[in-house]
């Protein structure tokens, strides 16, 4: 795995070992970032399921301010240390191990424009992550939710997520979110 653009472009990243971890394909998160680039640059970024970091990592070397990336496995935690510590990015970069539930309960009211959820294939409690968000205060207003997951299954937010974009890449689909914090209609 390699970071695709920007200031680490190139440079290559390293992925946990064993099964556990499902690290997103370059080409796959390269498609994505062209998708959201307008978004990226000085946004507060947060990666849930981080597994090696590429997601935060890609985004902090396109121009992201700040990154958390979050994590339940120690050697996933090892791992993401490693590579933004190589890459540079260690004083941008916050890593937290722990399960998805607990991290978002710990994040006292910070603000994410930019948040990637990207769990295993089998945790599909997306709605239960996006409101713990919404409840928590975690979310600027107009944040971007990506979520990437298996073919056969729909994330199925609740109403202040509007569906901006959604790309199938073989048995993977990445879905793309606006949270309308304030209720304005697209354009606004």
Same mark, same amino acid.
């Not at 796959?28 to 507060?44: D, T």
């Given at each position: 795995?390699? !970071?695709?653009?920007?200031?680490a472009?190139?440079h290559? !990243?390293?992925?946990p070992?064993g099964r556990?971890?499902?690290p997103?394909?370059?080409?796959?998160?390269?498609?994505?970032?062209?998708?959201?680039?307008?978004?990226?640059?000085?946004?507060?970024?947060?990666?849930?399921? *981080? %597994?090696?970091?590429a997601?935060g990592l890609?985004a902090?070397?396109?121009?992201?301010?700040?990154?958390?990336?979050?994590?339940n496995?120690?050697?996933a935690?090892?791992?993401i240390?490693r590579n933004?510590?190589?890459?540079?990015?260690?004083?941008?970069?916050?890593?937290?191990?722990?399960?998805?539930?607990?991290?978002?309960?710990?994040?006292?009211?910070?603000?994410?424009?930019?948040?990637?959820l990207?769990?295993?294939?089998?945790?599909?409690?997306?709605?239960?992550?996006?409101?713990t968000?919404?409840?928590n205060?975690?979310?600027?207003d107009? *944040?971007?939710?990506?979520?990437?997951h298996?073919?056969?299954?729909?994330?199925?937010?609740?109403?202040?997520?509007?569906?901006?974009?959604?790309?199938?890449? %073989?048995?993977?689909? !990445?879905?793309?979110?606006?949270?309308?914090?304030?209720?304005?209609?697209?354009?606004?």
């Open positions: 795995m390699r !970071i695709i653009a920007g200031s472009k190139g290559t !990243i390293a992925s070992k556990h971890t499902r997103t394909q370059d080409y796959v998160r390269e498609s994505l970032f062209n998708i959201i680039q307008r978004y990226v640059p000085g946004a507060k970024v947060l990666d849930l399921f *981080a %597994g090696s970091g997601l890609e902090l070397s396109r121009g992201a301010d700040r990154a958390m990336l979050a994590d496995a120690v050697k935690i090892d791992c240390r933004a510590e190589t890459l540079g990015f260690g004083k941008q970069s916050t890593v937290i191990r722990g399960d998805w539930r607990g991290v978002l309960q710990s994040l006292e009211k910070q603000s994410f424009d930019l948040v990637f990207d769990p295993p294939y089998d945790l599909t409690q997306y709605r239960d992550m996006t409101d968000l919404i409840e205060e975690l979310l600027s107009d *944040a971007l939710i990506v979520i990437e298996r073919k056969d299954v729909i994330p199925g937010l609740s109403p202040p997520f509007i569906l901006k974009d959604h790309r199938t890449y %073989g048995d993977t689909v !990445i879905h793309i979110y606006r949270f309308n914090a304030g209720g304005k209609q697209d354009g606004e």
